[in-house]
């Protein structure tokens, strides 16, 4: 299989482990933000996994979650199966951006 370049940029990030990138949009980098949005999958996979950690200790997973995105303080999650890790391999700005296009089904 073919990579695409802006598929290669992102399999390098990724290797490099990157987990926020900064830029300005326009026409040559597009492409790249395209490819960026189809990896919201992974979002949505280490937000269910957080809210499962968050449910299973007792706690309002939604509250928790919220609380979190509003004002950077990992100790609003759990470090209940690793939950406070991965949430704090995202960034808050993507996670709205993702959470926000999910809700408007963009």
């Known amino acids: 299989m073919q990579l695409t370049g802006s598929q290669v940029i992102i399999e ?24 960026l949005y189809k990896h919201s999958s992974e979002i949505r ?6 809210y499962a950690a968050l449910e299973d200790k007792g706690y309002n997973p939604i509250n928790q979650i919220v609380g979190y995105i509003l004002s950077a303080d990992p100790t609003y999650i ?3 199966n690793s ?3 991965l949430i704090c391999k995202i960034d808050r700005d993507e996670l709205l951006q993702v959470l926000v296009k999910s809700y408007l089904e963009l």
Do not use: M, S
């Not at 390098?12 to 490819?35: H, M, R, S, W």
């Open 12 to 35: 390098c990030l990724k290797e490099q482990g990157v987990d926020t990138v900064f830029g300005y949009p326009g026409g040559a980098i597009l492409n790249v933000y395209d490819e």
């Open 45 to 50: 996979h280490i937000l269910t996994t957080v």
């Open 78 to 80: 759990t470090n209940h």
């Open 83 to 85: 939950a406070r890790t």
